[in-house]
């Protein structure tokens, strides 16, 4: 009996180490389980993050990227390259040409392929606006040696092309402009020096040629290291307040004699202002804009100074003449450089083609805007805006 009674002790305790054990056994199998889960939820997590984290830099580039795989199709496209072209989001596997119309991109990534190498050039981007794009192409070689793929980047260079095209444009201006006043002082000069049987009237009157092309270089030379210095910065506007009334009226008197010349009559409509100016830039404005108005209004017309406060602290004024205004297709660009409506009359005229450029960068400096308004027949007019000077009085209101 006593060692049956062993026997089945021994039986139960057997039994219950395994089932303790296949419980344990299990425990395990499910922590393991869990564990390799956890496991490929970190790394499918870890790789999700890498994947945006890659994608969150290279949609931050300033250049757009494309990477294709080997057969060509579109592996990522970086937010630069979709928006360069308009794309949607849906680009990826499709071929360079499905996802962008551009045939000259496609070729250029066909070539690349081929050749193995690096290879650049510039396209012409769809759209309404002019914009180009240097493109470089390369391939990716992996440890093997074999090409899986093509990367290729595009750098936004139109801003490049139209400064570029500006300083053309402005040196052939420019020289356009020294050319003439300069041939003009050279050629009399040389008759003067070669021929010594002259009048003393010819002689006055070619002296008097050369000195008013010598003014108009003058000119020019002050107005464009004028307005360099505006456009680079250099120039720092001393502000401080003034009456407005007190500026207006020592422009007017500048021009007194011009308007004399041409019998024009000046009228004045100015509130009591003050403005926080620089004094010397705002004369320097309102001159040019007297000189123009007194040069293309119109003879024995009227050229009109008015001013009035905005609120948005500010004072708009305004100086209109009565002439046979601007056509609306030129008044967008009267303020660019060397910009003339009527060629032949402004040079007649002796103008430098600088100066509502100038006044556009002076008024910009203050913080101001300029613009122009005119009907053809009914004068044209130049408006402005600059700070308004507050008193004591209105400062503590």
């Known amino acids: 009996m006593v060692w049956s009674f062993l026997a089945m002790a021994a039986l139960a305790g057997l039994l219950l180490h395994h089932l303790w054990w296949r419980r344990r056994h299990a425990l395990l199998r499910q922590e393991h389980r869990e564990a390799i889960a956890r496991l490929a939820r970190d790394s499918q997590f870890a790789a999700e993050q890498s994947v945006s984290r890659q994608r969150a830099v290279f949609d931050s580039m300033v250049e757009g990227l494309l990477v294709l795989d080997r057969q060509g199709r579109v592996q990522l496209a970086n937010r630069k390259f979709i928006q360069s072209f308009g794309l949607g989001d849906e680009v990826q596997g499709r071929t360079v040409l499905e996802a962008t119309r551009s045939h000259e991109l496609a070729e250029l990534a066909s070539v690349a392929a081929e050749n193995s190498g690096m290879i650049s050039r510039t396209l012409r981007l769809p759209g309404p606006q002019e914009r180009h794009v240097e493109v470089n192409a390369a391939p990716i070689i992996g440890r093997s040696g074999e090409q899986e793929g093509l990367v290729i980047v595009l750098h936004d260079v139109s801003r490049l092309r139209r400064l570029e095209k500006t300083r053309e444009e402005f040196v052939a201006n420019v020289s356009h402009e020294l050319r003439t006043p300069l041939s003009l002082i050279k050629g009399y000069a040389e008759t003067l020096l070669d021929e010594t049987d002259k009048s003393p009237e010819v002689i006055e009157k070619f002296l008097k040629t050369i000195d008013r092309n010598a003014r108009r270089l003058q000119f020019l030379i002050e107005d464009l290291l004028a307005i360099s210095s505006l456009e680079s910065g250099r120039l720092q506007m001393e502000l401080r307040p003034i009456a407005l009334r007190e500026l207006v009226e020592s422009a007017l008197a500048d021009y007194q004699p011009a308007a004399r010349t041409r019998e024009v009559q000046f009228h004045v409509d100015l509130p009591d202002l003050r403005v926080n100016v620089d004094k010397e830039r705002l004369h320097q404005v309102l001159g040019n ?16 100074v ?5 609120p948005e602290n500010t004072v708009e004024v305004c100086v209109r003449d009565d002439g046979p205004g601007i056509p609306s297709d030129c008044l967008g660009r009267i303020f660019e450089r060397f910009y003339r409506v009527d060629k032949a009359r402004s040079r007649d005229q002796g103008g430098t083609g600088l100066g509502l450029s100038i006044v556009k960068h002076i008024i910009q400096n203050h913080g101001g805007q300029v613009w122009a308004e005119s009907q053809l027949g009914k004068g044209a007019a130049i408006f402005f805006t600059v700070p308004k000077a507050f008193s004591v009085a209105e400062a503590q209101a």
Do not use: M
């Open 289 to 304: 804009l007297l000189d123009n108005a007194i040069k293309y209004g119109r003879p024995r017309g009227n050229v009109t």
């Open 306 to 310: 008015t001013a009035r406060a905005l």
